[in-house]
Nanobody, 123 residues
Framework: QVQLVESGGGLVQAGGSLRLSCVASQRTFSSYTMGWFRQAPGKEREFVAA????????YYLDSVKGRFTISRDNALNTVYLQMNSLKPEDTAVYYC????????????????WGQGTQVTVSS
């Protein structure tokens, strides 16, 4: 069982930046692909970004490419999501997730989830 705890959400004006962090409980953190998803009110949870366990592959939702950067520090059991040039449409609850699979955009393929952190971007 992997426990994930997100932090770093908040309220920011459009054009601003936030950095989300997610700390994993397990020492086997480096064996999981890590990802970020988000869910806006009334919408389904969607994939945002993922980074494979050996950091050899990174994936992004098209609408965040060039604005968001995912990274991980396996020594600290932590994955980050740096979000720049934020837009009101980025407003959502952001979830950290871990998967034993190499990569998938499908939420059902991700085994472990954090509790979520709210990101609100005002116009």
């Amino acid at each position: 069982q992997v426990q994930l705890v997100e932090s770093g959400g908040g309220l920011v004006q459009a054009g601003g930046s936030l950095r989300l962090s997610c700390v994993a409980s397990q020492r086997t953190f480096s064996s999981y692909t890590m990802g970020w998803f988000r869910q806006a009110p009334g919408k389904e949870r969607e994939f945002v970004a993922a980074i494979t366990r050996s950091i050899n592959s990174i994936y992004y939702l098209d609408s965040v490419k060039g604005r968001f950067t995912i990274s991980r520090d396996n020594a600290l059991n932590t994955v980050y999501l740096q979000m720049n040039s934020l837009k009101p449409e980025d407003t959502a609850v952001y979830y950290c997730a871990a998967s034993p699979k190499i990569f998938s955009r499908i939420t059902d393929d991700w085994a472990f989830w954090g509790q979520g952190t709210q990101v609100t971007v005002s116009s």
